[in-house]
């Protein structure tokens, strides 16, 4: 095969930059591509060349083959590396390219196409002898035929999106009264986010190990694995954390479960990265679950404990050479972990965010890894995944790395939007997590009640900085030093800071020196200013150093406190509003998005709790639903509008 020169990323995001650093650093050329809401993104910023390829949603952008074909005939790429997600198991897109003359850097057509369908991979993974769950993976798609098979498999069961993954388009189910309805919603997601709405149903296996083994094959026939991961910490079927080697894998179990992929991939003879899932039962039986023909999120922990690049191998198997490692050459050393960084509330159900990023600063200083692409001034869309990035540790032992990625995670600064940091933080420091006594069902089991995933209360100490720094800003903004600027200096000031729908009164006594006392909460806090800027704080609370990142604009305050941001208001000088939103008849929309079903018309009579509007937002649908008894008096939406968050959807009286 030809030698590669210039690689174009059909990405966005993390994968694109992270694809780029390995090819820039190999001496490739790379070029991005974007649309119209990645036009100053740092996928495009990082490319030697960018080309534009249409509009936000992905379907005229990110899903359109013509166009990235146009991008790389019009770049002079002559091969095409399609990341994660969007076209990366897209049997078409793979002959589109290799028809265009272009290098898929992937596995061939028939294997991604196999392997994309749930329903027909299993089929192939049960004649080639690799241990299958109980199910059904037939032709038939109509209710009737499902009905009957998943009373056949029995409950709980799970319905799973057959060209699907990430969650989409997947539902557990524990009684057949529930059964059409998470049908329609699984077939709505399916088609939406991957073009069919074909399902399968499965035997659900109540909180098992989800364990995944790194493939790697050349065009000479070599196929071997890389070890394997732990990827059991998921929210909604999506994966948060992840971790190599697996904490109760064994010797024979690493050998069998390695055996059992390499069956999976020499069926259809595979080329390049490929991993293969099972699931881990208590009593050590494994199953496949699915197999991913492209490289996945969590690749940086299978490189920490190999010391070797995904990437750089992906290229050199492009061009046709074979693997630089044989089976019993692939070492093991130490132990890595990673987690997901997402744009998303766990208090609100982990709803996406949207927002502009005011301000991104990874914490590198201590060995940690982090792959994102995120800069600041950037807006969050809701037209992709969440995912921002990934913090990635190693150490020499299991415990080693979980407090060097503990540390990463609570000094990374994010400012701007909500994140899933504190649960990630929370996640790390569960004494079972330590013990790694964990299944599927440990977020499920352990944080149904836990503080992070509540809606956040600020401590004294955190509304006591906050009402310095908006003190300050005012002083700043008459050209004064703190304390330094008002005639009765003496008077305490009164402050009404807010979180959301709650709100705080804080008085503050600024006296000599940058000292102030601010009383909060039946508590007296002494604050002494030590050193800022328009980024940073350091002050001495109550005798104890520390600092602050943190942006203020006006009355909205940006403020980190390990491990994670809060938007404050200052509403000292606002018109208090009587009306909650809890007792209020407004529906808003709760984000960014389409609307994709609307279950109601004016007129109708809901009652609170009743499912009216149904939101698709970054690749997952959202139901909304009243928030009291009432009658309809008007829906100002329809199916296919766009909406922008906190617009006013319909309104019940």
């Given at each position: ?468 720094l908006f003190y300050q800003g005012t002083a700043a903004a008459h050209r004064a030093p703190l304390a330094g600027w008002r005639n009765n200096a003496s008077e305490p000031l009164l402050y009404r800071l807010a ?97 994709v079903d609307v279950l109601v018309s004016e007129g109708s009579v809901v009652s609170k709790g009743q499912l009216l509007v149904v939101l698709e937002a970054m690749k997952m649908e959202h139901p909304l639903k ?28």
């Amino acid at each position: 095969m030809p030698a590669l020169h210039k690689i174009l990323i059909a990405n966005r995001g993390e994968i694109a930059c992270r694809i780029q650093r390995t090819a820039q650093a190999l001496g490739y050329r790379t070029v991005a591509v974007f649309s119209d809401a990645d036009a100053d993104a740092l996928h495009v910023q990082m490319a030697d060349q960018a080309v534009h390829i249409g509009p936000a949603p992905v379907q005229q952008s990110y899903l359109n083959i013509p166009a990235i074909l146009e991008a790389a005939r019009r770049s002079g790429a002559d091969a095409i590396h399609p990341g994660y997600g969007f076209l990366s198991e897209n049997a078409e897109f793979a002959r589109a390219c290799e028809q265009a003359g272009l290098t898929f850097i992937g596995p061939g057509a028939d294997a991604i196409e196999l392997m994309g369908s749930k329903r027909l991979s299993k089929l192939a993974m049960l004649e080639a002898g690799v241990p299958c769950i109980a199910g059904y993976q037939g032709a038939a798609q109509d209710d009737a035929t499902l009905l009957r098979e998943a009373a056949r498999i029995g409950y709980p069961l799970m319905i799973k999106a057959s060209a699907g993954g990430g969650g989409r388009g997947m539902r557990l189910v524990h009684d057949a009264a529930d059964l059409p309805a998470q049908l329609r919603t699984a077939r709505s997601e399916a088609l939406h986010g991957f073009g069919s709405a074909e399902l399968i149903l499965e035997q659900a296996l109540i909180e098992p190990r989800h364990v995944e083994v790194q493939l790697f094959g050349d065009r000479h026939g070599n196929l071997l694995y890389l070890g394997e991961r732990d990827c059991s910490i998921q929210r909604r079927h999506q994966k948060v954390i992840e971790e190599a080697p697996c904490p109760v894998m064994t010797g024979e179990l690493r050998q069998a479960m390695g055996e059992a992929a390499l069956k999976a991939g020499r069926a259809v003879n595979y080329v390049g990265a490929g991993t293969v899932e099972f699931l881990l039962d208590a009593r050590g039986q494994f199953y496949f679950l699915e197999m991913n023909t492209r490289l996945q999120v969590e690749h940086p922990v299978t490189e920490l404990v190999t010391g070797l690049d995904l990437v750089a191998w992906q290229l050199h198997v492009a061009e046709g050479l074979p693997l630089p490692l044989t089976q019993y050459q692939v070492q093991l050393n130490g132990h890595a972990m990673e987690v997901r960084l997402y744009a998303e509330d766990p208090a609100q159900d982990f709803l996406p965010q949207t927002g502009r990023i005011a301000a991104w600063e990874p914490a590198l200083a201590h060995g940690a890894r982090v792959d994102h692409g995120v800069c600041a001034g950037q807006s969050i869309s809701a037209f992709y995944d969440p995912l921002l990035g990934k913090l990635i540790a190693h150490g020499a032992t299991r415990e080693e790395a979980r407090r060097k990625l503990l540390r990463a995670v609570e000094d990374s600064v994010l400012l701007g939007v909500q994140s899933n940091q504190r649960l990630l933080a929370s996640l790390l420091q569960h004494p079972q997590f330590i013990d790694g006594a964990f299944s599927t069902g440990f977020i499920p089991r352990h944080f149904a009640d836990h503080p992070c995933l509540q809606p956040l209360t600020p401590s004294a100490e955190q509304l006591a900085i906050a009402a310095l720094l908006f003190y300050q800003g005012t002083a700043a903004a008459h050209r004064a030093p703190l304390a330094g600027w008002r005639n009765n200096a003496s008077e305490p000031l009164l402050y009404r800071l807010a979180l959301d729908e709650q709100d705080w009164p804080v008085q503050l006594r600024a006296t000599a020196q940058g000292r102030c006392q601010v009383e909060v909460a039946g508590r007296t806090i002494e604050l002494r200013l030590v050193e800022h800027d328009e980024r940073t704080v350091t002050l001495d609370l109550d005798g104890l150093r520390q600092r602050h990142a943190y942006r203020l604009d006006a009355e909205q305050l940006w403020l980190f406190t390990r491990p994670g941001s809060l938007r404050l208001v200052d509403r000292t000088h606002a018109v208090i509003d009587s009306q909650t939103s809890v007792s209020s008849g407004t529906l808003k929309a709760p984000m960014d998005g389409a609307i994709v079903d609307v279950l109601v018309s004016e007129g109708s009579v809901v009652s609170k709790g009743q499912l009216l509007v149904v939101l698709e937002a970054m690749k997952m649908e959202h139901p909304l639903k009243a928030g009291i008894d009432g009658i309809l008096k008007r829906v100002q939406v329809k199916v296919g509008d766009q909406v922008k968050n906190r617009q006013v959807l319909l309104q019940v009286e």
